[in-house]
């Protein structure tokens, strides 16, 4: 999936917890060289068949230890390669079925453990449970609504069953790729990868490995084991959780969150759900970012949205998704230029109001426009109707204005713009 597979711009918020050194932004940086030696990047999404080449003749892959198990049914943590495998439990939870085992760096895990209020408990949607998970024609499984969902509302909140770096961290990383080549040393440091992550998944609750191992998985063909095929086809990148004081360039230093039901979520280019990481809670909440009916499927773009069809696609063929939603199917130069200027047209928006008369045409013009290509749901549309109700006010049309104040209250649940009125 794109993002990582969510890793589009949409997707590349700021991180909840400060960078501990660094007084200004996580701009990226470049890994200090040693650093990146010491990773391997798995490419998300499908990679290429590597045919029959096969792991080299006399390599064993290393015997990984599991650690004792405390009497509250919980794994001890313990160290490999540098990376401490511990498990987020909540006392309130005995079974551990909403535990997440984390393979993550001390520093890293000490962050974490840290944040204040840590650790919460997962937020509760009003309600039943409001989704189900099913067979799509033509997506595999998918998650769909039960009842009828508003803009803004919470779907369902949970913790990942597992969060582990996005790079496979092995031990002798550049000395394998020397040793066999850069082919079947790739396979050997999957394969080291996977028997790390073979530990994590040991230590779960019988009930999320299921969970866990249950998901699709796109990477069959590329030397991937199968814990690995399923990170990196169902991962969300983590981009509040991070090795070290910054974000390095490319991900290195970001990890992977698996999770039982957002991982279920198919992608288009039209979606309609959003989420949050909650580092307090340790969760990922899933709100909607339209009005949802009943019986419908969630979306969420693995993608950019602000890019044309033929360049959606591309970015959406590594991960063996050919997108048929309105908007790709009718994409038209029109539709594009739509797509690649909706930023901007809102960024230059406020400038109409002083005009409001003459204006407002180009402003109707723009939201026409936004719902045409499903992006109801981004912040630029409650923006757009921002600047709609400021045009409207001054004009002294009460009904239009509130009409427009009315919807864009509704999207600015989630947008939580300052609104002038
Ligand atoms: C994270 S999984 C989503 C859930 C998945 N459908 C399942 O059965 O568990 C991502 C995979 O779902 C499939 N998928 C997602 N969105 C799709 C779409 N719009 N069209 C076709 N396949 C899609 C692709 O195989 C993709 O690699």
């Known amino acids: 999936m794109k993002r990582g597979f969510l890793n589009s711009a949409k997707a590349q918020k700021q ?12 701009a990226e940086a470049s890994p200090p060289s040693q650093e990146l030696e010491s990773m391997y990047k798995a490419r998300y999404g499908k990679v290429e068949n590597r045919g029959k080449l096969g792991l080299p003749e006399g390599y ?25 495998f511990t498990t987020l439990h909540h006392a309130s939870d ?7 085992e984390l393979l993550v760096e001390g520093s890293t895990k000490q962050k974490i453990f840290s944040t204040p209020g840590f650790l919460k408990p997962v937020p509760k949607p009003s309600g039943q449970p409001c989704y189900v998970i099913r067979s799509t ?29 996005r790079s496979c961290r092995v031990q002798r990383g550049p000395q394998l790729l ?16 996977e028997k790390m992550l073979e530990v994590a998944v ?8 299921k969970a866990l191992m249950s998901l699709a998985n796109n990477h069959t063909e590329d030397g991937s084991g199968p814990i690995l095929g399923i990170v990196r086809t169902n991962a969300y990148t983590s981009v509040d959780i991070f090795d070290g004081p910054v974000k390095l ?14 991982s279920r979520l198919n992608h288009s280019c039209r979606g309609n759900v959003t989420y949050d990481f909650d580092l307090a809670s340790f969760s990922y909440i899933f709100k909607a970012e339209k009005d949802i009916a009943a019986g419908e499927q969630l979306f969420y773009s693995y993608c950019d949205l602000n890019v044309p069809a033929s360049v959606r696609k591309s970015q959406l063929a590594p991960y063996g998704v050919v997108c048929k939603c309105l908007s790709c199917i009718n994409a038209t130069p029109a539709s594009d230029k739509i797509r690649t200027e909706f930023e901007q047209r809102v960024k230059d928006s406020p400038k109409w109001v002083t005009n409001a008369r003459a204006n407002i045409r180009l402003a109707l013009k723009l939201r026409q426009d936004m719902i045409d290509e499903g992006l109801e749901g981004t912040t630029e549309y409650a923006c757009c109707l921002q600047v709609l109700c400021g045009m409207y006010m001054l004009m ?26």
């Open 178 to 193: 020397a040793q066999y080549g850069i082919h079947q040393g790739n396979l050997v440091v999957l394969a080291e990868w």
């Open 94 to 100: 005995p079974a551990g079925n909403h535990n997440t």
């Open 249 to 262: 360039a490319n991900n290195a230093n970001l990890y992977s969150a698996i999770l039982k039901i957002g």
């Open 137 to 165: 024609p033509d997506m595999g499984l998918g998650c769909f609504v039960t009842r009828a969902i508003e803009a803004g509302e919470t779907i369902f909140a949970e913790r990942p069953l597992l969060v582990a770096p």
């Open 202 to 209: 040991a230590r779960m609750t019988e009930e999320n490995r």
């Open 396 to 421: 002294g049309e009460t009904v239009k204005f509130q009409r427009i104040k009315d919807e864009f209250n509704k999207y600015n649940r989630l947008a939580k713009l300052q609104a002038a009125f």
């Open 60 to 84: 064993t892959p290393s015997n990984i230890p599991m650690s004792d198990m405390q009497p509250n049914g919980v794994y001890k943590d313990h160290i490999v390669n540098g990376l401490i």
């Open 15 to 26: 991180q909840l917890y400060p960078a501990a050194s660094s007084s200004h932004d996580t």
